[in-house]
């Protein structure tokens, strides 16, 4: 499995931004972001394939035109750049990876995923 080590989660008032980063132990072509707030389930937030020079982006009704998955391959890390912050965006943030062929909204279902992060917290407050 790849290791993964999330970072830059705080705390923000509505209409902050952050960026979250996530350390990859090895290159995968699929990777996502995923969040579970208390009581809810783990939800896709955003994912993102490369495959060769072509990158593929999907994202969660809820965060579209807010949030922006990125990759810096060299580096192996993945970011999710949140803008307009919501309350509710305020949840446990996970990375996530997979090998598993899948077609491109199954990257955003948990049951897909290989490797998981321990997490990161973003609290928005109104």
């Known amino acids: 499995q790849v290791q993964l080590v999330e970072s830059g989660g705080g705390s923000v008032q509505a209409g902050g931004s952050l960026r979250l980063s996530c350390a990859a132990s090895?290159?995968?072509?699929?990777m996502a972001w995923f969040r579970q707030a208390p009581g809810k389930e783990r939800e896709g937030v955003a994912a993102?394939?490369?495959?060769?020079?072509?990158?593929?982006?999907i994202y969660a009704d809820s965060v579209k035109g807010r949030f922006t998955i990125s990759r810096d391959n060299a580096k192996n890390t993945l970011y999710l750049q949140m803008n307009s912050l919501k309350p509710e965006d305020t949840a446990m943030y996970y990375c996530?990876?997979?090998?598993?062929?899948?077609?491109?909204?199954?990257?955003?279902?948990?049951?897909?995923?290989?490797?998981w992060g321990q997490g990161t917290q973003v609290t928005v407050s109104s």
């Open positions: 993102i394939n490369s495959a060769g020079s072509t990158i593929y982006t």
């Open positions: 090895e290159y995968t072509s699929r």
């Open positions: 996530a990876a997979s090998r598993r062929p899948m077609t491109p909204i199954q990257a955003l279902r948990a049951p897909y995923i290989d490797s």
